[in-house]
Structures are given as structure tokens and as C-alpha cells.
């Protein structure tokens, strides 16, 4: 795990996403406070990130952002900042299908579930969560 490594930094807590790499930013979250179930922890500083993010972050990566929040407050069980996220995602960028399917999946069941499942195969008809969100919008 050592080769073709330009640079490496210490990060506090736990990851669970991948890195995402706009222009010459690199944008990271890891979980480092605020216990919610034990053994699980919030991603407070990414609220930070997103507050004050930088001149040029486009609504797109807005939206990736705040959906990858959402995504790990909902594995933290917290399921209303997890939904605050998905929407301001949803908000920032329609387009952006996974973040539908974020919120289908937060959800669970009901009529919201469905119609975010629906937007998710509207955007994104063939994609890898098509089948998972098919079978949920029925």
C-alpha cells in the first residue's frame, strides 16, 4: 500500500468514503464526533466543509457533497440529519440520481421512499442501483 503514494496525512477518525478529487481540491470526510449509537460517530466537521466552501465549487459538487453526508449520517442511524442532507443535495443539483436513491433507501417505505426511488430510475434508468430502486418504488 506504499507505491506510486505522492503524499500521505494522518486524518482523525474513521473513513468510509472515497476521496473526491475537483480541480486542485481534494474534499475527504471521516467520522470524528457527536455519538450516536456506540461504536458509531457523526460527520459534524463535512457540515463545516460545506458551509464554507470554497469559490468555484460548482452546485454539482455541492450536491455529491452533501449527499455523501447524508449517507454517512444515515449509517449512523441519525435519519433526520441524514434526509436534511439528501434534500439540500436535491436542492443544490436535481441531477445528481444517486442522491435520490440515498433517500429512497433512508426512507424505507412509503409514498416519499417511492418517489424518490422514482426520481433516482428517472435519472438514471440503467444504473447501479436500478434494481434495488425498482423493487422499492413498487
Known sequence: ADKNIKWKSALPGRGHSSPIVWGNQIFLTTDIEGEIVPGAKAVKHMEDVL??????????????????????????????????????????????????????????????????????????????YAADAERRSK
Not at 455529491?64 to 441519525?78: H, M, P, S
Not at 409514498?111 to 444504473?127: H, I, Q, R, T, W
Open 51 to 128: 458551509a464554507n466552501a470554497p469559490a468555484g465549487v460548482t452546485a454539482e459538487m455541492q450536491a455529491k457533497l452533501w449527499c455523501e453526508l447524508g449517507v454517512n449520517y444515515d449509517a449512523t442511524r441519525n435519519k433526520d440529519k441524514a434526509m436534511q442532507s439528501f434534500t439540500v443535495g436535491i436542492e443544490q443539483y436535481r441531477f445528481y440520481a444517486d442522491c435520490h436513491y440515498y433517500a429512497c433507501r433512508s426512507l424505507g417505505r412509503g409514498p416519499e421512499a417511492k418517489e424518490a426511488c422514482k426520481s433516482y430510475l428517472a435519472l438514471s434508468p440503467n444504473g447501479k
